[in-house]
């Protein structure tokens, strides 16, 4: 199973010179099975560069098949839905899965093509066959994947923290959480325990939870104890803010290795890794 | 007066090396006067730098007037980042079209909604002001006056002529050209036959426009697609710098700036497209530059406003 991140940034996107190493498209992952089958994550602006990489595989003739999951509903990891290419070619079929407060998933989402913000005025108007689904905790079905998915506080939101396992390997997205200030949220631990990666969002440093208050996401001491406490192999930090230049990014992941017993990574836009 | 932009790109912002120099957040410029008082138009994400940038110099963030030409994600989506929100004491007015029987404050509610965004407009701390924009119906906001006038694009969008410190500039974005199509309230799949009415309107819309940019210093203008990109999209409600020069030639314009990049447009494409619409414009007597993240770019008098330079943006 192979993970290729097509955009790492959280909140909103880096543009400019000094965020061109870590990248600067918010959150997008594409997860690629040794089958073949394939799942993405987050609808952020990295999966309009995930959209285009798809036309050459089925999905410019109008034969794509895709599972899209959703860790929330905010604009960086949904902005790009209505620029994702794939939606507008007829013959296409894109299951999205997520949650919200109200299990109206598709309502939601209907709301960034209003008129008032897009010109594309509804998801009727998208050309692909698009069946939105409201995920409860649990596995799911999806071909050529295991996937459980755990629903989270993440703000006013609710958030949705999954696990993905395919050849042998598995993969935790936590991404959309507000963990309790008493520690890692239980649940989320239970879900992640003893992945081969957990993918977890990691955008402030220790002493800046005035930033995680307010904008939500984790401090790096907080993604380094659920790594810990789940007894994952590795822990790569993403949904990094706007604000940390790469150097700052490099400063933060030293920070990460200094606290963690787990070895932890940081995501950059770009990279292909196999789990 | 001075126009500095924080964002120059149409659609979605496109970080990357190959937006490096032009750049890669959407619309937002910040127009200033020599006294050092300013409106911002556009809230695309250029927004949440200038925010950065005006907290990073502790520059008072008393009141704001923040014009909108329109809704859509790109000239909107910077706003909940835009660091005065979060405080107290800061004090936005938003001037906007009303398109619809929506109300404009729950317009921006619909936008800034905790689905979205970590904090919701009710509860961001500044204050909010929300004015109704009426194409042709004059008003002040800050040093400056301003006049709206109508656009075609979908869904309806408006264009300011700002004048003040005796200069004048125009914002016209985003609009589409006005003799194919008559963008209106429904989803175009393409073009559509033109009524008489339509004619008509198309005719007028032209003519105010017109009119607003008439002897005006400096006009920034939707220019997101080459020739050959607008044949293939003409429904999508944007021009082409051919379709700019040839409305603004004769008008007593004495500068043009490419703004609204489409996204796929690199850096490299870029400096082709500045190269060749500088010579089209000097033929035409029209000064033409490439509007790029960070220029801070002289209007009117440039011994009272400076000369063309960059910020360092955040
Ligand atoms: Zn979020
Ligand atoms: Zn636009
Ligand atoms: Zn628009």
Known sequence: MKVRFWGVRGFFPAAGADYLRYGGNTAALEVIADSGARLAIDFGTGAVGLGRALLGAGFGVGKGVLSVLLSHTHLDHTAAMPFFVPVFIPGNRIDVYGAVDNNKLHDVLELLFDPHVCPINSQKNLNASITIHDVVDGPLAIDGFAVRALRVPHGHATGVVWRIEADGKSIAVVTAIDHPASGPLPAAIELAQGVDLLLHDGAWRSTSDHYARRWGGATVSTAVAVAVRAGVKRLMLTHHAPQHTDRDLDALLAEAQALSSVPVWSAMEGETIEV | ?314
């Open chain 2, 1 to 314: 007066m001075q126009a500095i932009f924080w964002g120059v790109r149409g659609s979605y912002p496109t970080p990357g090396p190959e937006t490096v120099r032009y750049g890669g957040n959407t619309s937002c410029v910040e127009i200033a006067s020599r006294s050092g008082e300013r409106i911002v138009i556009d809230a695309g994400t250029g927004l949440a730098r200038l925010g950065e940038w005006l907290a990073q110099r502790q520059l008072d963030t008393g009141r704001f007037d923040l014009l909108l030409s329109h809704m859509h994600w790109d000239h909107v989506q910077g706003l909940p980042f835009f660091a005065p929100c979060h405080q107290g004491k800061a004090q936005l007015a938003i001037h906007a079209l009303r398109p619809d029987v929506v109300k404009l404050r729950d317009i921006v509610r619909g936008v800034a909604r905790h689905e979205f965004f970590p904090v919701a407009l009710d509860d961001m701390a500044a204050s909010f002001e929300f004015h109704e924009v009426h194409p042709g119906r004059r008003f002040r906001a800050s040093a400056f006056a301003i006049r709206p006038f109508r656009l075609n694009h979908p869904f309806g969008a408006v264009g300011y002529r700002i004048d003040g410190d005796n200069s004048s500039c125009a914002y016209v974005c985003d609009t589409a050209p006005f003799n194919l199509l008559l963008h209106k309230k429904h989803f175009l799949k393409g073009p559509e036959p033109l009524s008489t009415t339509d004619r008509r309107q198309l005719q007028n819309l032209r003519a105010s426009l017109v009119q607003a940019v008439q002897g005006c210093d400096t006009v920034i203008y939707d220019t997101h697609y080459t020739q050959d990109e607008y044949a293939r999209f003409p429904h999508y409600g944007h021009s082409t710098p051919d379709h700019a020069l040839d409305l603004l030639h004769g008008q007593g314009v004495r500068r043009l700036v490419l703004f609204h990049h489409a996204p796929n447009h690199t850096d490299a494409m870029m400096d082709e497209i500045d190269a060749q619409y500088r010579h089209k414009g000097e033929q035409l007597g029209i000064e033409v530059v490439t509007a790029r993240e960070g220029l801070a770019l002289p209007i009117g008098n440039a011994a009272s406003s400076g000369p063309m330079h960059l910020v360092a943006v955040p």
